[in-house]
Nanobody, 115 residues
Framework: QVQLAESGGGLVQSGGSQRLSCVASGSIFSNFRLGWYRQGPGKQREWLGAIGTGGTTNYADSVKGRFTIFRDNAKNTAYLQMNSLKPEDTAIYYC?????????WGQGTLVTVSS
């Protein structure tokens, strides 16, 4: 099992950038696939992208080219770098870790993009 804690949310202007972090504890971080989701006000939860244990990434079309996921296994941390932010990117952002035993979610961090 693993515990996740996101940070880095806050208020950012449209067109700006923000980097979210997801720190893991409780298990061997490098064994987990990691993903990012978000849920905007009045919207369904949306998958953004993921990074595998070997570092391979894939992204939703809605964020491809603007968002980048990377990981630092030595720091037990995953990151979501968000560029060219838009007001519609306003949401609670969650990281998720997965292995054969299941999925584990963080508590989320709020990003608000002002126009």
């Amino acid at each position: 099992q693993v515990q996740l804690a996101e940070s880095g949310g806050g208020l950012v202007q449209s067109g700006g950038s923000q980097r979210l972090s997801c720190v893991a504890s409780g298990s061997i971080f490098s064994n987990f696939r990691l993903g990012w989701y978000r849920q905007g006000p009045g919207k369904q939860r949306e998958w953004l992208g993921a990074i595998g244990t070997g570092g391979t990434t894939n992204y939703a079309d809605s964020v491809k080219g603007r968002f980048t996921i990377f990981r630092d296994n030595a720091k037990n941390t995953a990151y979501l770098q968000m560029n060219s932010l838009k007001p519609e990117d306003t949401a609670i952002y969650y990281c998720v870790a997965g292995d054969d035993g299941g999925e584990y979610w963080g508590q989320g961090t709020l990003v608000t993009v002002s126009s």
